[in-house]
């Protein structure tokens, strides 16, 4: 699909994922990205280099998902979007209500609007969440679904409801079923961060990492930048309608996680094991690794980085922006 000349609504632009997709798509030549943010997690300072780019800014009013007024106007007269704004799993868990509202209700809310403004195109973030614990690897698109925490629930719900609007009113529509993303603009230091940042956190603290279980549980983890191409790949490319996984087939343990950040680190700190709270272990899910087939196939979509190398970009990031000393 040609996006020269285009204009593109990114919905949660200033957030993890969002920052480098603004990034990517003025890599285009698109003639005007928009950011449309709450700022509850993106921060202004993640768009510094991009809005230097004449053709890039931040909607005026600012916005949430749930301004359906504030939204429509954003929506107006813009090409494409490009939506990430979501509740993160933890913030699902310990406030379920206010999930439903942002990532069901939400997500409702960006579809009719989408319609509503003839949007060519819509790419949405659905997430591997949705499939719970492997019944098979690597996980292929057709895996069933056997999430059963809020946020995998909303996002299953996305991708019904996404199904349904392609069907009635033929809005193009892609959505992307994430891997476990990792890199810069991750939220570093909050209480619902996630494994990178904690077990980087506790090394550059000359604390011993923490590993819950015996570290078997593997993961396919994929570096943001690689998601962020892949979103612009969707969006440029011919297919209209599917989800699809975004990672490397790769797995890895988180035993092997550690060691790796601990190498990278030259740290001679020696990893702490602890069982899982009952909580914890029931909630878990041991193994996620995604099949890269059909993206690659149909959207023309393959990783860059090794885990090495996406791992140390995020270190010397850490480094140059003094998070690791805080």
């Not at 798509?25 to 928009?34: G, I």
């Not at 199904?163 to 909050?190: E, S, W």
Request: glycine residues 8%; hydrophobic residues 40%; charged residues 25%.
């Amino acid at each position: 699909m040609n996006i020269k000349g285009s204009k593109i609504l990114v919905i949660g632009g200033a957030g993890f994922i969002g920052s480098f997709v603004v990034s990517e798509l003025l890599k285009e030549d698109v003639s005007e990205v928009v950011i449309y943010d709450n700022f509850a997690r993106g921060k202004k300072s993640y768009l510094e280099e991009q809005l230097k780019d004449s053709r890039c800014s931040i909607f005026p009013i600012g916005g949430d998902i749930r301004d359906l007024d504030i939204l429509d106007a954003a929506v107006k007269g813009k090409d494409f979007v490009i939506a990430l704004a979501a509740m993160w799993l933890l913030h699902c868990k310990d406030f379920p209500r206010t999930a439903f509202e942002v990532n069901i209700a939400g997500t409702f809310n960006v579809l009719e609007a989408c319609v509503r403004h003839n949007v060519k195109k819509l790419v949405w973030s659905s997430s591997a969440s949705v499939y719970g614990d492997a019944v098979e690897l690597p996980m292929t698109e057709s895996h069933p679904f056997n999430n059963k925490n809020f946020y995998g629930a909303s996002k299953i719900a996305g991708e019904a409801m996404a199904a349904a609007f392609n069907d009635r009113y033929g809005l193009p529509i892609i959505g992307l079923r994430y891997m476990n993303v990792y890199g810069p603009h991750q939220d570093q230091t909050a209480a619902y961060t996630g494994v990178v940042p904690i077990m980087l956190n506790k090394i550059e603290a000359n604390e011993a990492p923490i590993i819950n279980g015996d570290g078997s549980q593997a993961y396919d983890f994929i570096y943001v930048e690689d998601v962020a191409r892949c979103n612009v790949e969707a969006l440029k490319s011919e297919t209209t309608f599917g989800m699809y996984n975004v990672g490397t087939e790769i797995q890895t343990s988180i035993k092997q996680l550690c060691d790796l950040i601990l190498e990278l680190k030259k740290s001679a700190l020696r990893v702490t094991y602890k069982p899982y709270s009952a909580d914890d272990a029931r909630a878990l899910v041991q193994n996620r690794i995604g099949s890269r087939y059909k993206a690659e196939k149909e959207l023309g979509f393959l990783y860059k980085f090794s885990l090495r190398d996406g791992m140390q970009k995020l270190i010397d990031w850490r480094i140059a922006t003094g998070v690791d000393k805080k």
